[in-house]
């Protein structure tokens, strides 16, 4: 099992009810998270403000009306910022029936063996909209309106397969060099209104500009 000394410790769902709706209210003070994973799928929705969302490697600067998605085992950890987003987290094996052989082959096709994409801006009006739907209706209530729940998220993973929107997973990033990732996350958090330099974001984790370049490009994928 992967990332076990970041999986959390509070249980989302039950045998019961395999999907919990979350709401983070703009009022209220949250600190920020830490990185973190979860055995579930979790949705969510901006429904204003601002937040930066870690999620797998990839820092995501979300605004109202954008979506984010995130697979089981995959570390993430939001920053808060005078926000209010909506989320559901969800057991996908206990949802699909476990009978249908063809359902589960497909299914598994896309979410065990395949990365499928964290960030949906607003401009993605279908995945949007579907995501927009599954929290309505866990905000009205799972147990009266399950069976819509369960219609719209299996649409959302067919429009994935359907679109070819997923990839063959590959390495992927090690536990330490996400926990060092983060900690240069934090430092350019807590320094954005002041000059940051490329020495200061290396010497905040004990490593050589030359080598931070390195280690930065081969994680984001773009030069720090």
């Excluded at 969510?44 to 605004?63: A, N, P, Q």
């Excluded at 559901?88 to 299914?107: G, M, Q, S, T």
């Excluded at 679109?163 to 996350?185: A, C, D, G, S, W």
Aim: net charge negative; hydrophobic share 35%.
């Amino acid at each position: 099992m992967r990332h076990l000394e970041y999986y959390e410790s509070r249980k989302h769902i039950t045998d019961e009810l395999p999907l919990a709706y979350y709401i983070a209210s703009k009022d209220a003070v949250y600190p920020p998270q830490v990185l973190h994973c979860h055995r579930e799928f979790e949705l969510g929705r901006i429904l204003s403000g601002t937040i930066s969302y870690y999620i797998g490697g990839t820092l995501y600067h979300l605004e109202e009306g954008d979506c984010y998605f995130v697979q089981p085992e995959i570390l993430h950890g939001c920053q808060k910022q005078n926000c209010e987003f909506e989320s559901v987290v969800f057991d996908l094996d206990a949802i699909v029936n476990a009978n249908n052989l063809k359902i589960n082959e497909n299914i598994q096709k896309i979410t065990r063996h395949a990365k499928i994409p964290s960030y949906y801006p607003k401009e993605n009006v279908v995945v949007c909209q579907i995501f927009e739907t599954v929290i309505s209706y866990c905000r009205a209530g799972i147990y009266d309106h399950i069976l819509s729940i369960i219609g719209n998220l299996l649409l959302f993973f067919g429009w994935i397969d359907e679109h070819n929107l997923y990839k063959t997973k590959t390495n992927e990033i090690l536990p330490t060099q996400e926990m060092r990732l983060r900690q240069v996350l934090d430092y350019i958090e807590e320094n954005y209104a002041s000059p940051i330099t490329l020495s200061d974001m290396a010497n905040c984790i004990g490593m050589s500009p030359c080598y931070f370049t390195s280690f930065f490009t081969t994680i984001l994928h773009r030069s720090p």
